[in-house]
């Protein structure tokens, strides 16, 4: 067994309790995780106690145990990556009627979608949150509903409104529409989409009709 570890638990603080997250994510017992380890559960215990702290040969066993890296388990911040996102370096996802490819990084005060709405989507789904939103109109028709006005916008139209405004987007071209998409992330976390199905009990999203 994997037994190689040091008795100065001051040395590496952050390990212990990033040690039983990760375990208990995976739905582990002690037991389970020490077998798939290849440590002892007494040896595993102590190293998520903080009473032994992990030799660099056993923070790379942990690593890869949990399917993680050293840095992580460090609790060490990466370094700022590039600016640049490339196209196609994202997968497309889809959420609440809505198709849409990050074309921003994480982490910003903004979030930049590449966005395609089926025909007639989200016709009922009002939303309102902090922040402000901006789209443009790559192809088809879009309808925007801002409060009680209704607007129709065409391939080069954009818009700009504050977000706290209720409001609902929908296709209205019989093939869809493209757009580009970008808001503030107020609502929560920083990677949080503002498109994601409506959460439980959110009051900050609602069902309801505008007139169109």
Do not use: I
């Not at 040091?6 to 994510?25: F, G, H, I, S």
């Amino acid at each position: 067994m994997a037994t190689e570890s040091t008795d100065r638990p001051e040395e590496v603080p952050a390990v212990a309790p990033r040690l039983r997250e990760l375990r208990r994510r995976a739905g582990l017992t002690l037991e389970d995780a020490a077998r798939r380890l290849n440590l002892s559960p007494a040896h595993l215990s102590r190293l998520e106690t903080g009473r032994r702290q992990p030799s660099l040969p056993l923070l790379l066993t942990l690593s890869r145990g949990y399917g993680t890296t050293v840095s992580d388990l460090l609790g060490e911040t990466p370094p700022e990556g590039s600016p640049v996102v490339r196209g196609g370096s994202t997968a497309e996802a889809s959420a609440a009627g809505w198709h849409y490819r990050e074309v921003s990084r994480r982490g910003r005060a903004m979030q930049a979608l590449r966005l395609r709405l089926a025909p007639q989507t989200q016709r009922e789904l009002v939303r309102t949150h902090p922040g402000e939103e901006w789209l443009h109109v790559l192809e088809g028709r879009v309808r925007l509903v801002l409060g009680e006005t209704s607007y129709l916008l065409e391939p080069g139209d954009s818009a700009h409104y504050d977000s706290l405004t209720p409001h609902r987007l929908s296709a209205v071209s019989a093939e869809g529409a493209e757009l580009l998409f970008v808001h503030t992330l107020l609502r929560g976390a920083a990677n949080e989409l503002c498109v994601a199905d409506e959460p439980s009990g959110d009051k900050g999203w609602r069902d309801g009709r505008h007139g169109r």
